[in-house]
Structure formats: structure tokens, C-alpha cells
């Protein structure tokens, strides 16, 4: 089993950044994909990043394209979403995913393991 725990969550200007982090246990996840999908209130979860196993493909929905940058530190079993110039839409719980794959896509079902979640509110 993995256990997936997020942080660094919080309330932030239009504009700003915040860099969430996703510790895993239970069992190393170096060989298996990560993603970062968010679900705003009233709305269904979606995508937001992915990154494979060895860091070397790394997909981003279009709305954040550009914006948020993946990243993984298989040493500290842990996965970073940073996240720059922020927009009220971004508002969402944001969850950190496992696939025990290499590498995954943007539908929830190819994850297996998955985070309580981490609030992220940006204001205007």
C-alpha cells in the first residue's frame, strides 16, 4: 500500500505562487508514475500534471501549461507541483495520484493510489 500526503496548500494573491509537495510511504514510488489532478466545488476532478517514473515525460493540462511546473525527488519518495502566476480559477483541492506505472495519462481511473488533498484559494 501507498499512503500519499500533500502540503503546502494555502491562500494566495492572483499572481502569485505556491509549491505543493506529495510525500509518499508505505513503499517507494520511484517506479510509478505521479499526477496532480484538482477538483473545484461543483465541478469534476480533472488533470493537471503528470510526471513518469525516470522524470522523463511530463504532460500538463493546457489551462496550466506554461504555469506549473512537475517535478519528483525519488530519493525523498516525494513529488512537487510548483505553481506560478496563479489565477482565481485555480481554486480547487488539489490531489496527488500514483500509478503503478511508469508512466500515466489524465484519467483518474490509471491511478491507483490517491492524497486527502491540499486547498488551494486564490483571490482577485
Known amino acids: 500500500q501507498v499512503q500519499l500526503v500533500e502540503s503546502g496548500g494555502g491562500l494566495v494573491q492572483a499572481g502569485g505562487s505556491l509549491r505543493l509537495s506529495c510525500a509518499a510511504s508505505?513503499?517507494?514510488?520511484?517506479?510509478?508514475?505521479m499526477g496532480w489532478f484538482r477538483q473545484a466545488p461543483g465541478k469534476k476532478r480533472e488533470f493537471v500534471t503528470t510526471?513518469?517514473?525516470?522524470?522523463?515525460?511530463?504532460a500538463y493540462a493546457d489551462s496550466v501549461k506554461g504555469r506549473f511546473t512537475i517535478s519528483r525527488d525519488n530519493a525523498k519518495n516525494t513529488v512537487y507541483l510548483q505553481m506560478n502566476s496563479l489565477k482565481p480559477e485555480d481554486t480547487a483541492i488539489y490531489y496527488c495520484?500514483?500509478?503503478?506505472?511508469?508512466?500515466?495519462?489524465?484519467?483518474?481511473?490509471?491511478?491507483?493510489?490517491w492524497g486527502q488533498g491540499t486547498q488551494v484559494t486564490v483571490s482577485s
Open positions: 508505505g513503499r517507494t514510488v520511484s517506479n510509478y508514475a
Open positions: 495520484a500514483a500509478s503503478r506505472t511508469c508512466s500515466s495519462g489524465s484519467y483518474t481511473s490509471t491511478y491507483d493510489y
Open positions: 510526471i513518469s517514473c525516470g522524470s522523463t515525460r511530463t
